[in-house]
T-cell receptor, first 113, second 117 residues
C-alpha cells in the first residue's frame, strides 16, 4: 500500500515569507493528488487538486507542483499570514474519485507575526 | 456550496453501548460517502466506503459488524459504533463527493468526537 511522508511534523515560518511543504509517496503515481487544510478539532477543507499529467496548479496564494519522477508534490503558500497557521494534509486518490483517500500525517504550519 | 454536516459533534457514551453518527450532504447529492477515523496526531484513516442503496465496503482490519454503515439516501449516511469500548474513542469524520461535479475532491464534515468511558 502507499506510504506518504510529509516533510516535517511542524514548520515555523515568518509572516510574509513563502511556506513550502513537501509530500512524498512510495508506490505508483496516483490519478490525483490533493491538499487539504485541517484546523484543530475540525474536518479537512479541500484546497487544491492536481492530476498526474499536470505539473503545476495555482489558486490565489497557493501553488502545488507534482513530479511523478521524484514521486513528490510541493505545496507553497506565498505571502504567508498568521491565519494560514494550520495542519496541511497531502492525500492521494488512486481510484480516480471512486475510492477513499490515503492521507499523510500532515505538517503543522505556524506563521509567526 | 458543497457542505457536509455531521451530528452529533461530540458524544460521550458508556462502554458496551451503541452510538449512531449521521453524515449529511446539505446542498448536493452524494452517491458515495466515506468514513474516516483519526487518532490524536495521526493521519485520517479510511474505514469504509458507503454507497447509496448497497452494502458498504470496509477497509482491511475494520470490523463490519462493529461499525455498521447505512446509506439510505443520496444525502444521508450513518455510522453506528456497536458495543463501543474505550479503544473506539476517536475523531470520526465523513466525506462525500458531489456526483455531478466530475471532480475527485471530497468535502468533509466537521467530525464527531467520540469518547467511550
Amino acid at each position: 500500500s502507499q506510504k506518504i511522508e510529509q516533510n516535517s511534523e511542524a514548520l515555523n515560518i515568518q509572516e510574509g515569507k513563502t511556506a513550502t511543504l513537501t509530500c512524498n509517496y512510495t508506490n505508483y503515481s496516483p490519478a490525483y493528488l490533493q491538499w487539504y487544510r485541517q484546523d484543530p478539532g475540525r474536518g479537512p477543507v479541500f484546497l487544491l487538486l492536481i492530476r498526474e499529467n499536470e505539473k503545476e496548479k495555482r489558486k490565489e496564494r497557493l501553488k502545488v507542483t507534482f513530479d511523478t519522477t521524484l514521486k513528490q508534490s510541493l505545496f507553497h503558500i506565498t505571502a504567508s499570514q498568521p491565519a494560514d497557521s494550520a495542519t496541511y494534509l497531502c492525500a492521494l486518490d488512486e481510484g480516480g474519485g471512486a475510492d477513499g483517500l490515503t492521507f499523510g500525517k500532515g505538517t503543522h504550519l505556524i506563521i509567526q507575526p | 456550496g458543497a457542505v457536509v454536516s455531521q451530528h452529533p459533534s461530540r458524544v460521550i457514551c458508556k462502554s458496551g453501548t451503541s452510538v449512531k453518527i449521521e453524515c449529511r450532504s446539505l446542498d448536493f447529492q452524494a452517491t458515495t460517502m466515506f468514513w474516516y477515523r483519526q487518532f490524536p496526531k495521526q493521519s485520517l484513516m479510511l474505514m469504509a466506503t458507503s454507497n447509496e442503496g448497497s452494502k458498504a465496503t470496509y477497509e482491511q482490519g475494520v470490523e463490519k459488524d462493529k461499525f455498521l454503515i447505512n446509506h439510505a439516501s443520496l444525502t444521508l449516511s450513518t455510522l453506528t459504533v456497536t458495543s463501543a469500548h474505550p479503544e473506539d474513542s476517536s475523531f470520526y469524520i465523513c466525506s462525500a463527493r458531489d456526483r455531478t461535479s466530475g471532480g475527485s475532491e471530497q468535502y468533509f464534515g466537521p467530525g464527531t468526537r467520540l469518547t467511550v468511558t
